[in-house]
């Protein structure tokens, strides 16, 4: 029933900006604790930020913490991730996920995207 798709990656130079978005073609968008995370070839999934369900609290890594802003239009059934200052190693597949209990932790989440690719040049 939850289905999550990403847009808005793409080519963007060092120092670059670029928003991200991630829609629910469900109806239950508004319930969920929402999150971001990030992979790159021969790499971990790794977790990058995430909102609780009315956008009151949200949560960063260290590594992206000051440049990137995690945000949620329920309405819209939309999540956003605005990356600023970007940095080759921001270079991944981003993606967007529903669900967690535990934030941080990937298998917690129960929904996935396909993910949307950012690449960063310097």
């Known amino acids: 029933q939850v289905q999550l798709v990403e847009s808005g990656g793409g080519l963007v130079q060092a120092g670059g900006s670029l928003r991200l978005s991630c829609v629910d073609s469900?109806?239950?968008?508004?319930?969920?604790?929402m999150g971001w995370f990030r992979q790159a070839p021969g790499k971990e999934r790794e977790f990058v930020s995430a909102i609780n369900w009315n956008g009151h609290i949200t949560f960063y890594s260290d590594s992206v913490k000051g440049r990137f802003t995690i945000s949620r239009d329920n309405a819209k059934n939309t999540l956003y991730l605005q990356l600023n200052s970007l940095e080759p190693e921001d270079t991944a597949v981003y993606f967007c996920?529903?669900?967690?209990?535990?934030?941080?932790?990937?298998?917690?989440?129960?929904?996935w995207g396909q993910g949307t690719q950012v690449t960063v040049s310097s």
């Open positions: 469900g109806n239950t968008f508004s319930r969920y604790t």
């Open positions: 996920a529903a669900g967690a209990q535990s934030v941080y932790e990937r298998s917690t989440y129960k929904y």
